[in-house]
């Protein structure tokens, strides 16, 4: 197909992260010809801003992707489950934001930097991990390679944009009851967010752990393609707006220095190094909000095991660890030549 | 010596633990004949409420210590250093809570949970742990002897209180900026704290951990006695106004199931568990604040290893984590008829 009369659609484009793509397809100059908002029916009808001007949003259909060659989709796991097998169907290649498809052996689960080579047997969905897991195997995969990771102990510090835009708004509003000495109200949350720390990021397992806990062990295995690697997470909420910080412990086959891990990092893709504790360089959410890059810092040797590092991972979570993956997964598509679904009724 | 009589100075009594100090004394009906406030000369001649009255803040001297049978310091490290001596030499017992003689082989440091033993070797300076290590081997020690804790990964969401009364005001004025679109101006630390998440507390060593977190390391050894026990620590302020909370991750000799490590938990002192995931139960930062339990929850299986356990343990910092172990110590010492100094020319 050619490339001069791509067709995109947005689907979720009123929500925080839908937002986030279309600035981030702006931004990026990615070679749409046109590009399609699309929304519940209630919120059709409302205007997005995309590239100067205004996008009108239009109904999610079953009959929506007709015509559409990409859709990158971030509207629930519910909408996506019912609407990207049609999107498939029509022959449109879905990228998806929500948790749906991420463990379908159907579905590749893919960061660029990370498996861009899994997008080669995509079936017409692909699904975008978490965003709690996206910028922690950014960091970690260039580690692996290096000196192949057996174990990984993470903590979260999620901000709630990561909730979406509701989230954001319930930070905002508690602070402003408290300063105001009324009592805030949760709404989102199942407790008060701000001044708080909550150890709970989605639902219970049964195993004790959240779906948000699992998810970064389930997904990182799947996207790093090493079923022997082990992971074990706390995920967290914490009262900071944009920006996912998580305190990473791992265990490695082989001696890896601090100082050869910075090198190895420095030199990975998508990777910034933060890291000079002397003159207090270290990442920090309010430094990553807004930007591409997967920070790390804080590296320095753990001296309860032969071969273990901690390290300090940062980045912007509705950027990096949900728009901007989308997007790359897309130009790479492009890149690749992998547009175009090959058998139109695996989803049916 | 006679309980009747007994004379007790708190040094530092203006600062946030002095003071919490001193509501402790009065709120657990301790002892005291007379207590005496102490501070630096800038304070000197304040008024501290105490009993319903107010204490007239004294100048500190070498000669404060004079017939006082007991002092609690929260003054600072320089402050100490320089006093403890003194009082030591006077025949006064001190209790304090900075770090300056926390790893001095003449001192006892004392969680009484857990080493209430160590107080019998007392030299007249005793030592009140870290804020981070105290509510940590209240929750550890338990399932130490239950079941022999190798190696423990702890990452940490340190209330801003830690910091002192300066750092709530920070980040109280920095929210109040923000909201009224002023740039936040930081002072205390060296970042803008609120909304943000500070991966340093305490300035860097050469092996590029923070004091903070060596403190961890090195203390939790000291208190629970055990050179083979191997801690690793992140350590990270977040905007959190009271209650420290953290993630902690054990690997033990014996296998610990989480509702045999429940069990042990809520028959130990000082120890609160709050762990039914399914209701939303669990620790958090806000229901801690004010209170005098650890509380611990979230404990599960960390299926990467054998034997190994999850958990999220909170307290309130200014109170188990300063002022109310101070006070415990104290209250312990009285009963264990501890009081007087040996030898008072020890520390001279």
């Known amino acids: 197909m050619s490339k001069e009369k791509l067709v995109v659609a947005v689907v979720g484009a009123t929500g925080a992260v839908g937002r986030e793509m ?69 022959g449109c290649v ?40 996206i910028q922690m195997v950014v960091a970690l995969k260039p580690l ?23 989230a954001i708004e319930e930070l905002e509003t508690q602070v402003r009851q408290l300063f105001n000495m009324q009592q805030p109200e949760p709404k989102v949350y199942p407790y008060q967010i701000a001044f708080n720390a909550l150890p709970q990021i989605d639902v219970f397992m049964d195993n004790g752990y ?12 799947k996207i790093m393609g090493d079923p022997s690697l082990k992971v074990t997470a706390t995920a967290v909420r914490i009262p900071v707006f944009y920006g996912h910080s998580e305190s990473v412990n791992i265990e490695t086959e082989k001696k890896l220095t ?6 190895v990092l420095t030199q990975a893709p998508g990777v910034t190094v933060l890291d000079n504790p002397g003159e207090k360089i270290y990442p920090m959410a309010l430094d990553a909000a807004g930007e591409d890059a997967t920070f790390v810092g804080r590296i320095r040797e753990d001296e309860t095991i032969e071969n273990g590092l901690n390290m300090w991972i940062v980045a912007d979570n509705i950027r990096k660890g949900a728009a901007l993956n989308a997007v790359q997964i897309a130009e790479t ?14 989803f049916q």
């Open 210 to 221: 959240t779906k948000e806990e699992m998810k970064m062990v389930h997904e990182t295995v």
């Open 94 to 133: 879905v990228v998806d934001n929500s948790s749906a498809w991420r463990m379908d052996k159907r579905c590749p689960l893919v960061v660029p930097e990370v498996n861009a080579h899994d997008l080669a047997w995509h079936n017409g969905i692909i699904a975008n991990p978490n965003c709690s897991t």
């Open 22 to 90: 279309l600035k981030t397809l702006e931004q990026r100059d990615f070679p749409a010809h046109e590009v399609i908002a699309l929304a519940s029916a209630r919120s059709a009808g409302m205007k997005v801003p995309y590239r100067g001007g205004e996008l009108t949003v239009r109904e999610l259909t079953e009959d929506s992707f007709a015509g559409v060659d990409l859709a990158l989709f971030s509207a629930g796991g519910s909408t996506s489950e019912k609407y990207a097998p049609h999107a498939a169907k029509a």
């Open 144 to 166: 692996h390679d290096a000196a192949r990771i057996k174990r990984v102990v993470v903590s979260t510090y999620q901000a709630v944009s990561g909730t979406g835009q509701k």
């Open 333 to 346: 598509l492009l890149e690749r030549d992998l547009l175009g679904v090959k058998d139109t009724t695996l």
């Open 258 to 263: 601090p100082a050869e891990a910075r090198v």
